[in-house]
Nanobody
Framework: LQLVESGGGLVQPGGSLRLSCAAS????????IGWFRQAPGELREGVSC????????VYADSVKGRFTISRDNAKNTVYLQMNSLKSEDTAEYFC???????????????WGQGTQVTVSS
């Protein structure tokens, strides 16, 4: 049972990236999927979450209006579209699967290894 993130990289301020979270060994459609991030020296923080059906989404105030979470259950993948990126978005980004959306880490059952996003000129 594994979650694998991809799509990270180096981007200039104002640019965009799309992160993907793909599941292996289980079906994502039975889980809410959250995205978290952790900058060096900082605690991991919740960024966004999408419910099992995709009908409900949650965003941290710091990313509202810039990030969009979506899911394609047919592809067993969840996406995080990140636009208007800022230097403060630089972090390791993780996806996690759990029974429902939460800004806390503990309810999530499965975690990916992370993908690095660096926003710099």
């Amino acid at each position: 049972l594994q979650l694998v993130e991809s799509g990270g990289g180096l981007v200039q301020p104002g640019g965009s990236l799309r992160l993907s979270c793909a599941a292996s060994g289980f079906t994502l459609e039975y889980y809410a999927i959250g995205w978290f991030r952790q900058a060096p020296g900082e605690l991991r923080e919740g960024v966004s979450c999408v419910s099992r059906t995709g009908g409900s989404t949650v965003y941290a105030d710091s990313v509202k209006g810039r990030f969009t979470i979506s899911r394609d259950n047919a592809k067993n993948t969840v996406y995080l579209q990140m636009n208007s990126l800022k230097s403060e978005d630089t972090a390791e980004y993780f996806c996690a699967a759990g029974p429902g959306c939460s800004s806390f880490e503990s309810p999530y059952d499965y975690w990916g290894q992370g993908t690095q996003v660096t926003v710099s000129s």
